[in-house]
């Protein structure tokens, strides 16, 4: 099974968010790798919820989020990631049960390990 580039990424994503001593530049280097996840965090930060008067890219809605916020958005996007993720297995019939397996398997076993 090949694993795709954006898997490794959000790993190494969830690892730096729960490292208490990330900085916002070692954060944005890593949320540029997936924009995706870069531009709902732009939106969130840029949401009146967060108090946004003015627009902001990058950092500063790394920074106006902060690391408990950052670890929620991170943590739900990695949950879709993972049920819509589509490895490239051979004759593999059921998909779709692999998908709700993947997702129950990391909820059970993420608590147990530490990034």
């Given amino acids: 099974m090949k694993i795709s580039s954006d898997l490794i990424s959000l790993f190494n994503l969830l690892t730096e968010v729960e490292d208490p ?5 070692q954060l944005k280097i890593l949320f540029d790798i997936l924009p995706p996840l870069k531009n709902k965090v732009i939106e969130i930060a840029n949401s009146v919820g967060e108090g946004a008067v003015e627009e902001i890219k990058d950092e500063t809605a790394i920074l106006r989020l902060g690391l408990d916020k950052l670890r929620k958005v991170v943590g739900e996007y990695f949950d879709l ?4 993720y589509k490895p490239e297995i051979e004759n593999f019939e059921n998909l779709s049960q692999l998908n709700f397996t993947k997702v129950e398997a990391f909820n059970r076993i993420a608590p147990l390990l530490s990034f």
């Fill in 21 to 25: 001593n990330t900085d916002a530049l």
């Fill in 81 to 84: 990631f993972i049920a819509n």
